[in-house]
């Protein structure tokens, strides 16, 4: 297990942005995006085979060629007077029971992470995700965050479209982070690092979907950009928002009219998800039985296959 | 490596040869190819992997009416520098369990070869010769093996556990050669003695082993009698092998009912 850092950038007063998969893909989205718009150099990797199962072989006429592994990998890009550090993981590492981003190989991968950040001096580090909620695909998705340190939250709330979780009805500040986007800003505060997640909105009745959702990773960027004192083209993104919603919106028609569904509980689903684009939280007209129903019907219309290896011909 | 392997003593080999064989095989492959070889060579258990740190214990599969419980062990031969690892396909933590497989075949054997053994589904009849298939993990291995006719295998996608060992030894600048033998469908989760063969007609020539086959000729005869009868009793059997007999291939249903049929029958 190691470090491999193939050049040794000098920089100045860098921040730490750190991605991986998961749910709507927003955090990945967000960090790749911002990765591929400010041309950052890769620099480093931490290497993945005690992480993570091969997921692709490469044989060609008898000759073992490679094995693939998902990817963990450093950049950088140099500005004026603050510098980027990026991290983007191709996965998080499941621990017991499958979980993704927990147990003891998360919080070695974390420290990873962490031991590159502290060597070219990183003065914070930023994790980004999702943030599941009552909110209809066709709101602007606001961002949530948390800071693993108090004397953050009041930068935070000079932020437009950013909440914290002591802001958000009902939550009365509490709340948790799942995977590694959270762990990491746990591991940065006992190693005294300022972390910052940033988490984007996501409906939950899209949270078990195929889709990316980046209309959650543009509010992420358009916060992260701001906190880094960075300009980006978002355009491109906003067109890919707007086929994702457009698929969204033919999904649901499908799932309205779907005779898989009973009339009843299809009508219901439909009142559901409309009355959401009146509404943003969570203690709304939507019941727990509302929610129960939608996931239930929408998560067997998303169920995908699995494939085979070299054995099956 | 302590921890996960158990070792009982130190074989006393020199630059040995390592054959790798997984009980899950389709055919009974590496099981029976294993037995073989462990009786041949009176070969004895040197080493366990314990199997606390490789699989999930959480209870016990049951086979042909036997409990069973995941084994992992090297074998030892008196008279040969071959080392026989005979194991279940490891559930968790494949990257530690293989590296403890190569560490202990590093250490204690002085290996300096691996051959991984392996059964690839193949649509074909049990009565058609099997292909042994090969996959190197260096390019000069290919010369050292020429005199058998072994395809190579072209695939791009999911790696079986024998490409993950062997993409280990590649970082170890150790020689690996996976084989592969063509198992028919229908035999896959019984015997295939003509792909048990085929292996072991294989390793006879490249470690002049001495093999005597007829115990193996005689359970292949008796297991194709059986399914002779199984055609003399049932015309849509009959029908399916001619059909891939002669090259033609079968619907999923037809392969389904086919595979049903032969299982029923060999129990």
Redesign the interface.
Known sequence: MSIRIYQEPYLRNPDLICGWPGIGRIGILAVDYLRRAIAATEFAEIES??FF????????????K??EFPENKFYYRKFDDRDILIFIGEEQPAGAGNLYGAGEKAYRLANLVLDVAEKFGCHRVYTSGAAVTQIHHLLKPRVWAVPNDSEMIAEIRDYENTVLMSDIEGRKGQGMITGLNGLLLGVARKRGIRALCLMGEIPYYLQASPWLYPAASISVLEVLTRMLQIEIDLVPLHEMAKKVNESIEEFLTNLYESNRIPPQIRAQIRDSIEKMKSIRQSTGPITEEDRRLIMEHIDELFKKGE??????? | MKEQVNILFSPDLKEASMIVCWKEDPGKLGSLVSRVLIDHLKARIFGEVNPEHFFTLGGVIVEDNVAQFPISRFYAGESRDIVVFESNQPQIERYHFLSCLLDTGEYYCQIKEIYALGGIITPIAHTSPRRLMVVYNQPELRNKLRQFELAEVNWEGPPAVNSYLSWLAQRRNMPAISIWAEVAFYLASSSDWTAVKSVLSFLDHRFGLGLDFSGIDRQLKLHNEQLARLREQNPEVDRYIRTLEVGLSLTEEEQLSLTSSVSDFLG
Do not use: A, C
């Open positions: 085979w005690e199962e091969p997921r692709k072989v490469v044989i060609q006429e008898g000759l073992l490679r094995l494939k085979g290896d070299e054995r099956t011909s």
